[in-house]
């Protein structure tokens, strides 16, 4: 029975050191779960990517049609100014008089003399 004999102080310590290791595992798990979590969210992505991995090789479908979405584009402006100068010589249209002020300028009318209220 002498192996039993534990003093009342070294069984205090026992307890103290059982209470401070139940801490420590329950960090030690809380910080296991902080990093699992992150890593499942991972491995759920990753399962998916067999099925997208076709469309990354190949690309967007219709991207080669963009380049000559913007060549037209890009040509609209100088038919734009040859037909209104082709319509100004014919005597179908008159030029302005005077080109209107850009917006922002801060010249419209309605806005001078307004101050913050």
């Not at 420590?24 to 991972?42: D, G, S």
């Amino acid at each position: 029975m002498i192996l039993f004999a534990i003093s009342t102080g070294l069984a205090i310590l026992a307890w103290i050191g059982l209470a401070i290791g139940l801490v420590v595992l329950l960090v030690v798990v809380f910080l296991l779960n902080e990093v699992l979590t992150p890593l499942r969210e991972i491995a759920r992505h990753a399962r998916g990517v067999p099925e997208v991995a076709p469309f990354v090789v190949t690309g967007v479908k219709g991207v080669e049609d963009l380049r000559r979405t913007s060549e037209l584009a890009s040509s609209v402006p100088p038919l734009a100014e040859a037909y209104l100068a082709k319509l100004s010589s014919a005597g179908t249209i008159r030029p302005a008089a005077q080109a209107p002020p850009p917006r922002g300028s801060g010249s419209s009318p309605g806005l001078v003399g307004r101050g913050k209220a």
